[in-house]
Structure formats: structure tokens, C-alpha cells
């Protein structure tokens, strides 16, 4: 009996060294678990240190480009050719998202890029290479250091019958429209007007100069960064909204009034 007693006695001993060696065993692997994340976050991936050559962009161009521009920049029935673009207008459209589609419609949207910023560099490189075109321009066309006043009345008078007056983008016909400005970077708008994106028509030397390019630019981000005298902008889109405001909360504070006095009097 008393030997019964001492296996049992010992079992449970086992039972709860068992537990013990499990708790341990574990806690050492998530430690060491833990540490090897953090050494493999740490340490750059070769492929991120590595900076991206033109050979890089024409492979990033057959694999995501190709199916609709043609291997060598020829264009097919689903996308036109680039033979002539320029590294100026794919950064433009690589960068804001619009490129690539994700479906056929009037216009392609801006949205996220699906890109980095050093792949996008590469792709342009390998089409600036074969195909030439328009490149980017002097960091002082870009500074934001032109006459603004001018440049105001050079975006009256070409930008703001799409763009409105304000820069906040309007309706164009068959479902297309002129976008905003508001949050567009210096480098996007000298693109836009040197490219021609979709609807916009381009706008050479002949039409506005490098230096007024630079006010015009000036301007805009002017705008961007002056806030607003009169309160909420409501959108920037003049007199609709303004009106919409008033017919929607005046009026509808001057009915509500209405039935309240006419409810009290019976």
C-alpha cells in the first residue's frame, strides 16, 4: 500500500514538472521568435538597398504595361503608343494613380499609386531612353517664387473655365470632368500643362512661356496655402453651393419656424 502511495505521489510531481518544461519551452521560442523578427526588421532587404536601373524599368514595363502599350512602346488597340511621351508625362500618370486603368471609363481617376516612387523613376528612365520626350523641368520653374498676381490672371484666363475659378475642379461633358488643383504638388501641374493629360490641352512655349509657366504655378500653390476669409469654403463651387446652403438650412429654418408659431396659436 505504501508503495501505491509514492508512484502516485511521484506522478503528480511529473504531471507538474511536465506543465513547467511546456511554459518554459515556449516562452523560450516566442523569445527567440521575437528577437529574430526584430533582427530581420532591422537589417534593410537587399532589394530595397538596391537602387533600380533602366534594365529594371523595362522589365516593371513588360510585366505591367506592355499588355496594353505594346512591348516596345508601339501602343494596341487597348492603350495608345509612347513612342514621344517622355518621362514627364509617365511620372505624371504613374504617380497620381491614373496608370494603370482598372477599367475602360471616360476618364481615368486619380487614385493611390501602385507603385514606389523608385519604380516609377525607373519605368520613366527606360521610356525617356527609347522613346524621348518631354523631361522634367528646372527646380526654379518649381519653386513657388513667380508673380503670383500675374499668374493668377494667366489661370483666370486658360484654367479656370474647366478648373473654376477657385481651382476646385468642374463638369466637362460625356461624363469627364477637370480636377481639382488644390492638392496637386508644383512638379503635377507643370506635367499637366506640358503633357496634356486626357482633356487638358497642352500648353508649349509658344503659348505660355517657361516663365510664366513658374507664376502660374506660383499661383496655384498660393491658393493652396491661403485659407479661405469667408469661413467654409463649401466646396469652392461659387454660387451653387451657396445657394443650395441657403435653400436647404434658411429656408428650412424659416418653415420650421412657420409651423412651429402656427402650431402654438392652436
Known amino acids: 500500500m505504501s508503495r501505491e502511495k509514492k508512484t502516485r505521489a511521484g506522478g503528480r510531481r511529473s504531471r507538474m514538472a511536465t506543465v513547467a518544461l ?74 497620381t494613380g491614373r496608370m494603370p486603368m482598372q477599367s475602360q471609363s471616360p476618364q481615368a481617376p486619380q487614385k493611390a499609386p501602385q507603385f514606389t516612387d523608385e519604380q516609377i523613376a525607373a519605368v ?49 461633358t460625356e461624363g469627364k470632368y477637370a480636377p481639382s488643383v488644390m492638392n496637386t504638388s508644383a512638379l503635377h501641374l507643370y506635367a499637366a500643362m506640358v503633357t496634356g ?20 504655378i506660383s499661383a496655384v500653390l498660393y491658393m493652396q496655402n491661403e485659407p479661405s476669409p469667408g469661413g467654409m469654403t463649401l466646396g469652392s463651387l461659387g454660387p451653387v453651393s451657396e445657394g443650395l446652403f441657403v435653400w436647404i438650412f434658411g429656408i428650412g429654418a424659416l418653415v420650421a419656424l412657420t409651423v412651429w408659431i402656427t402650431a402654438k396659436s392652436n
Open 124 to 172: 520613366a528612365a527606360w521610356i525617356q531612353q527609347e522613346g524621348g520626350g518631354a523631361t522634367f523641368p528646372d527646380e526654379r520653374i518649381l519653386d513657388g517664387g513667380g508673380d503670383v498676381a500675374a499668374g493668377a490672371e494667366l489661370f483666370r484666363i486658360n484654367c479656370a473655365m474647366c478648373h473654376n475659378v477657385a481651382g476646385a475642379g468642374g463638369a466637362l
Open 22 to 95: 511546456i511554459g518554459i519551452g515556449l516562452l523560450l521560442t516566442g523569445g527567440v521568435y521575437a528577437g529574430a523578427s526584430a533582427a530581420m526588421a532591422a537589417t534593410p532587404s537587399s532589394t530595397a538597398a538596391t537602387e533600380l536601373t533602366v534594365d529594371d524599368g523595362k522589365k516593371l514595363f513588360q510585366a505591367n504595361c506592355a499588355t496594353c502599350h505594346g512591348m516596345n512602346l508601339e501602343g494596341t488597340e487597348a492603350g495608345p503608343g509612347l513612342i514621344g511621351t517622355g518621362e514627364l508625362a509617365v511620372e505624371f500618370q504613374m504617380a
Open 197 to 216: 493629360p486626357q482633356n487638358m490641352p497642352v500648353f508649349n512655349d509658344m503659348t505660355l512661356t517657361e516663365d510664366e509657366k513658374r507664376d502660374l
